[in-house]
Antibody, heavy 116, light 113 residues
Framework: EVQLVESGGGLVQPGGSLKLSCAAS????????IHWVRQASGKGLEWVGR??????????AYAASVKGRFTISRDDSKNTAYLQMNSLKTEDTAVYYC???????WGQGTLVTVSS | DIVMTQSPDSLAVSLGERATINCKSS????????????LAWYQQKPGQPPKLLIY???TRDSGVPDRFSGSGSGTDFTLTISSLQADDVAVYYC?????????FGQGTKLEIK
C-alpha cells in the first residue's frame, strides 16, 4: 500500500523557518516525482512545487508565490522528501500535503501556522 | 501559467440524479505527440486529503466507482457522476499537469438537494 506521511508542521513567527518531511512507503520512492500542495483553511488547493527523480536530475520547480523562499529536496536512502520553508509569511499558513507524482497518492497533511 | 476555471462553484443534485462539473483551461492541455490530455480530477471530503479520481482526462483511478466519468479534450473538460450517492458529497477539483505550475481549478462543492 502506498503511504505518505508528512511531519514537521507547527507554529512559527513571520520571517521564521520550518522544515517539513514526507516519509514514503509502499512504492519505489527513488523513481517517483514528489509534489507539495498546500491548502489554507476553507480555501482551494495550491501547488507549491515538485522534485523529480535522480533519473531526471532531481529537477525542481516552484510556484511563483514561494520561489526563492522554499526549497524541496529528497533523500532516496531514507525514502523521504523535504520542504524547507524560509522567510515565512502569514499567508503561508495552510495544511501542507505531499503527493506521489506517479500513483497520485497523497499524505494526510501537516498544518503550518505563521503568526506572531 | 495555465488558469483552470471550474463551473459551477457549487451544485445541489438529488440522490440518484446526474451531476456534471465543468473545467476549462486557459490553453490546451493536449500533448500532440501522445494525444493525451494532461488533466486530472480529485475529490476532497472534509478533513481529508484530495483523492485522485480521474487522470488523462478520462481514465478512472483504481477502485473508483464507474459512476464517475471524465470527458473532454483540449481546453474543455467534464466530470460526470451518473447517479449521485450520499457518499459523493465533497469538493471536486480539476488540475492540469501539462506544465508547471500544476494549477488547480477553484473547486466545485457538490451537495445533496
Amino acid at each position: 500500500e502506498v503511504q505518505l506521511v508528512e511531519s514537521g508542521g507547527g507554529l512559527v513567527q513571520p520571517g521564521g523557518s520550518l522544515k517539513l518531511s514526507c516519509a514514503a512507503s509502499g512504492f519505489t520512492f527513488s523513481g517517483s516525482a514528489i509534489h507539495w500542495v498546500r491548502q489554507a483553511s476553507g480555501k482551494g488547493l495550491e501547488w507549491v512545487g515538485r522534485i523529480r527523480s535522480k533519473a531526471d536530475s532531481y529537477a525542481t520547480a516552484y510556484a511563483a508565490s514561494v520561489k526563492g523562499r522554499f526549497t524541496i529536496s529528497r533523500d532516496d536512502s531514507k525514502n523521504t522528501a523535504y520542504l524547507q520553508m524560509n522567510s515565512l509569511k502569514t499567508e503561508d499558513t495552510a495544511v501542507y500535503y505531499c503527493s506521489d507524482g506517479d500513483s497520485g497518492a497523497w499524505g494526510q497533511g501537516t498544518l503550518v501556522t505563521v503568526s506572531s | 501559467d495555465i488558469v483552470m476555471t471550474q463551473s459551477p462553484d457549487s451544485l445541489a443534485v438529488s440522490l440518484g440524479e446526474r451531476a456534471t462539473i465543468n473545467c476549462k483551461s486557459s490553453q490546451s492541455v493536449l500533448y500532440s505527440s501522445n494525444n493525451k490530455n494532461y488533466l486530472a480530477w480529485y475529490q476532497q471530503k472534509p478533513g481529508q486529503p484530495p483523492k485522485l479520481l480521474i487522470y488523462w482526462a478520462s481514465t478512472r483511478d483504481s477502485g473508483v466507482p464507474d459512476r464517475f466519468s471524465g470527458s473532454g479534450s483540449g481546453t474543455d473538460f467534464t466530470l460526470t457522476i451518473s447517479s449521485l450517492q450520499a457518499d459523493d458529497v465533497a469538493v471536486y477539483y480539476c488540475q492540469q499537469y501539462y506544465s508547471t505550475p500544476r494549477t488547480f481549478g477553484q473547486g466545485t462543492k457538490l451537495e445533496i438537494k
